[in-house]
């Protein structure tokens, strides 16, 4: 530009640049662009990139919390599936345990019941036949080769250490006769079976260790052996198997009146009462101070062997006691464990006679059955009360008895087995498979996590270089236009861009822009009116001399400390600078935001510059030259 032109020729383009608006299209070389925005403060993004930042953030955590949700989620069912496995076969397992066993054991009773009445119906056949010939009867009779007969019987039963025994109903007027008959009876009855079993006992001290009357053991005399003197009929013990148990400890238990009595719920007096057999609980003797839990099973023997005869008299009874273990041995396999078995009686104190005279007696007896083996629990109800809810339930004894054919005070003497799983078998199913799928689900999700968070990293990282590149080019256009103006101006684009998107380009070529037309139809272009502003123009007296006989460095140097420092007035002064052509300087009061003394706003910029214009000269001379000093600045304004 040279040094005289004209006011006026500067008036008219910035008339027109004022009324088209910013030219987005400009050059846009300003020397002055990287001193103006520390001046003008920090420098602010454009919305749309806030907002994306703040979209993709937001995507982010969003899978962040869908990956935690679905590892927890999934991790959580895995670990509860597998659990709930482990407790589905652990019930199921349990219940095949407790069908084997309620199953063989109600066999190994019935084989019991079966092979006592057998026993019974023998004895009473054979009395019935020797009595009539003998002309004699019950209760006066001894059964011949009882040890033998006995343990043939136990060893039908397939029991260990089974007691049998025989007992003979004995009226009130008939005691002293039969006191009488033991003297002699039960002395052959030692001799013949201490030759049968081989007993380390004598038959002779075996007789000198009898008491030698009907008695019973007196609980308000110290249990001492006494008389019977009741009116009613006793239950008189005659014959035992073994004479021995263990071998070296005799069993004295002959002329005992086992109480066979009316309303009592000895298994004995209920057996006699409906003439079937009954079952209940007894103590059994090993050696001589122990005592472990058994069951008595009591059969009647009648005057006669056709068991149809109702008019057929219960004339003595058998009976047979065993281990509870006996029940419940080798039912499981090896390897099988854990299993409590509980046997209740529908009669609160169902036992064997002697015990219930001693006050000794239970109704219930819990057991542990491992593998082939069962172990005594105690006379309690001893199954872990967790287990509760999976107790099984079947009647062990049935005897089919009517309850309306029961004399009053008695009850049924029925048996119930209650099966109930243990601790130990429970945990036998627990393993650690819960914890291993639920970590292998969790490592799976975290490897996911990761590789996410790979990608992220590298995605993000490329997304920081195109951010960085994005942020300098706006921040070029922001020192160019105005905040308002560079936002309308994507605004704009990113209208072209959906324009263009909606396209079809598989038709013709005509909506591409080969000739750089980008414009929308229908859109308005970015252009505003300012019907009220105050513009300036501004250039260097003397400056194309002065130029020409400086290097481009020098000039450079000049232009952009004047400019500079016009920039930092400029702003302080809230004056919109237009652009730099040259040695020209052009700015505008009251756009883009309205001033309402645009007027004198403009006139304080312009002396401000004058007296900075001054000051940056003289400074200049000594790196520029002498001659600096004499450039001056020459102001238009126009309102």
């Not at 030759?195 to 001290?205: G, H, L, S």
């Not at 030698?212 to 110290?222: A, M, Q």
């Not at 700015?587 to 401000?608: M, N, S, T, W, Y």
Request: charged letters at 25%; glycine letters at 6%; a negative charge.
């Amino acid at each position: 530009m040279s040094d005289d032109h004209s006011l006026s020729s500067k008036k008219s383009h910035l008339t027109q640049s004022s009324s088209y608006g910013v030219d987005p299209f400009r050059d846009g070389s300003d020397t002055t662009s990287r001193d103006r925005e520390p001046e003008r403060g920090a420098y602010q993004p454009p919305e749309v990139a806030k907002q994306e930042e703040a979209n993709i953030l937001r995507v982010k955590i969003l899978v962040v919390l869908i990956i935690i949700l679905a590892a927890s989620g999934v991790g959580s069912a895995t670990y509860l599936l597998v659990k709930d496995q482990e407790r589905t076969n652990f019930e199921n397992q349990f219940a095949g345990y407790s069908s084997e066993i309620i199953t063989v054991s109600r066999q190994k009773a019935d084989q019991l019941f079966s092979a006592l009445d057998a026993f019974a119906v023998s004895i009473g056949s054979q009395a019935a036949m020797e009595t009539a010939l003998r002309n004699t009867s019950w209760p006066f009779y001894v059964v011949p080769d009882w040890s033998i007969k006995a343990e043939r019987l136990a060893e039908l039963t397939g029991v260990s250490d089974p007691q049998v025994s025989l007992t003979s109903i004995v009226e009130a007027e008939e005691r002293a006769k039969f006191d009488e008959f033991a003297q002699h009876a039960i002395p052959k009855w030692y001799e013949e079976s201490v030759e049968n079993e081989k007993t380390e006992t004598t038959a002779i001290e075996f007789w000198e260790r009898s008491i030698h009357f009907i008695h019973f053991y007196d609980p308000e005399n110290n249990y001492q052996p006494t008389p019977v003197t009741r009116s009613n009929a006793s239950g008189v013990l005659l014959h035992t198997y073994p004479l021995e148990f263990p071998p070296g400890y005799p069993i004295m238990a002959t002329l005992f009146d086992t109480v066979y009595a009316a309303g009592s719920n000895a298994v004995g007096a209920i057996s006699m009462a409906l003439r079937k057999p009954a079952i209940g609980f007894t103590l059994m003797n090993i050696g001589t101070d122990i005592e472990t839990p058994g069951s008595v099973i009591v059969q009647p023997i009648f005057d006669t062997a056709n068991t149809k005869a109702e008019d057929r008299k219960a004339v003595a009874a058998t009976g047979i006691k065993l281990h509870w273990l006996d029940y419940f041995k080798n039912i499981l396999t090896e390897g099988e464990f854990g299993v409590v078995v509980v046997v209740k009686s529908a009669c609160p104190n169902l036992c064997s006679d002697v015990k219930q005279v001693r006050g000794t007696s239970s109704s219930v007896v819990s057991y542990r059955i491992d593998g082939q083996n069962a172990e005594y629990l105690g006379d309690s109800d001893m199954h872990n009360p967790k287990y509760g809810d999976m107790e099984i339930t079947d009647i062990f004894v049935d005897l089919g008895i009517d309850e309306l054919d029961l004399p009053e005070g008695r009850c049924i003497p029925t048996l119930t087995l209650h099966v109930y799983p243990s601790e130990d078998l429970e945990q036998s199913f627990q393993t650690s498979n819960a914890i291993i799928y639920t970590a292998v689900v969790a490592v799976i999700f975290i490897f996911t996590s990761l590789v996410f968070l790979l990608y992220d990293h590298f995605v993000r990282r490329r997304q920081t270089k195109v951010m960085e590149r994005i942020m300098r080019q706006d921040k070029i256009v922001a020192n160019v236009f105005p905040t308002n103006i560079r936002d309308r101006l994507y605004q704009s684009q990113e209208k072209q861009s959906k324009h263009k998107n909606k396209s079809n380009v598989n038709d013709n070529f005509d909506d591409l822009d080969f000739e750089g037309d980008s414009h929308i139809p229908g859109s308005a272009p970015l252009a505003d009116l300012f019907p009220s502003i105050t513009v300036l123009f501004a250039d260097i007296a003397g400056f194309t001399a002065w130029s020409s006989a400086r290097e481009p460095q020098q000039v450079f140097v000049l232009l952009e400390t004047i400019y500079g420092a016009f920039d930092k007035i400029a702003y302080r002064h809230n004056v919109f600078k237009v652009e730099t052509v040259g040695d020209c300087y052009v700015a505008a009061v009251g756009l883009p935001e309205p001033v309402e003394k645009h007027a004198i706003v403009a006139c304080k910029f312009a002396r401000d510059c004058l007296k900075k214009m001054k000051e940056v000269t003289l400074k200049l001379e000594v790196s520029l030259g002498p001659d600096t000093g004499d450039l001056d600045l020459r102001i238009g304004i126009h309102r």
